[in-house]
């Protein structure tokens, strides 16, 4: 059974930083292409970045780029998202997703965490 396990969010002051780990069971974490997504209320699920098996080919939403960085520990079996500069329109339930392919669109994730809570305050 394959699970997404995000974790790291919570409250921080505009400026602030956090570190969301996602750690992965139930797949081969370097098989997989893996993703961040966010979703703020009332609003879809958006693409934040995503990195390759390697580690090597990174991709960002505009928004995001200069800010955030997605990284990943293959032995570990876990993907990060680190987060500076935090804004409040930054405030979203993150989420960590698993995908074959190398991509920014959501239906070709094929596995889904739970998602973590990151609130920015002004």
């Known amino acids: 059974q394959v699970q997404l396990v995000e974790s790291g969010g919570g409250l921080v002051q505009a400026g602030g930083s956090l570190r969301l780990p996602c750690a992965a069971s139930?797949?081969?974490?370097?098989?997989?292409?893996m993703g961040w997504f966010r979703q703020a209320p009332g609003k879809e699920r958006e693409f934040v970045a995503s990195?390759?098996?390697?580690?090597?080919?990174?991709d960002y939403t505009n928004s995001v780029k200069g800010r955030f960085t997605i990284s990943r520990d293959n032995a570990k079996n876990t993907v990060y998202l680190q987060m500076n500069s935090l804004t409040p329109d930054d405030t979203a339930v993150y989420y960590c997703?698993?995908?074959?392919?190398?991509?920014?669109?959501?239906?070709?994730?094929?596995?889904w965490g739970q998602g973590t809570q990151v609130t920015v305050s002004s």
């Open positions: 997703a698993a995908t074959r392919t190398f991509t920014a669109t959501r239906r070709n994730y094929d596995y």
């Open positions: 139930g797949l081969t974490c370097s098989n997989y292409f």
């Open positions: 990195i390759s098996f390697s580690g090597s080919l990174t």
